[in-house]
């Protein structure tokens, strides 16, 4: 039987783990689970679990840290050695994680807040239902390049609401 199944995290690479766990909870109001750590390759479970996960063992450590969003959905953060940067270009096209999605009643201050610490806004903040509903969103950077988008109101609420029906 198909059901559906609740999103449990989603992991970043950032080249400086500091500087994201100071992003993350300090500008998006995420909770701090776990201190940026390190994992080192070893014959330990973790170890042996991220051979699987990364299909060599031609690596020896990353640095790892956990948050949690109000909701209860982990963003976990990792800092590998030799981090190359975000490319400037979104190849929106390509089989990859596109991005993610946050839900703020404030759009427009949270937007703001993301700028003012290094973010950037991709786009003006946009309407659903202009006149009609209060529905807003935009995309937007953190500092690394990672491109999330904040929606004011629930996923379900807007798109249940046929969001993209022509008048």
């Excluded at 450590?61 to 940067?85: K, M, Q, V, W």
């Excluded at 009643?105 to 903040?125: A, F, N, T």
Aim: charged residues 25%; glycine residues 8%; contains cysteine.
């Amino acid at each position: 039987m198909t059901y559906p199944r609740a999103f449990s995290h989603v992991g970043l690479s950032v080249p400086d783990i500091e500087k994201a766990v100071k992003f993350y909870t300090e500008v998006m109001g995420f909770y701090e689970l776990m201190p940026p750590s390190v994992i080192t390759r070893d014959d330990s479970d973790i170890g042996v679990m991220c051979d699987e996960c990364f299909a060599t063992t031609n690596w020896t450590s990353f640095r790892i840290a956990h948050l949690s969003t109000a909701d209860g959905i982990g963003i976990e953060l990792f800092e590998f050695p030799n981090n190359e940067p975000h490319e400037d270009m979104l190849r929106f096209w390509r089989t990859d994680l596109f991005h993610f999605g946050i839900q703020d009643p404030d759009v427009e201050g949270l937007v703001k807040k993301i700028v003012e610490h290094g973010g950037k806004q991709r786009m003006p903040i946009r309407f659903y239902y202009k006149g009609e509903k209060p529905y807003r969103m935009c995309y937007v950077e953190d500092p690394f390049g990672i491109i999330f988008e904040v929606y004011s109101h629930s996923y379900e609420l807007i798109y249940s609401s046929g969001a993209y029906e022509k008048a």
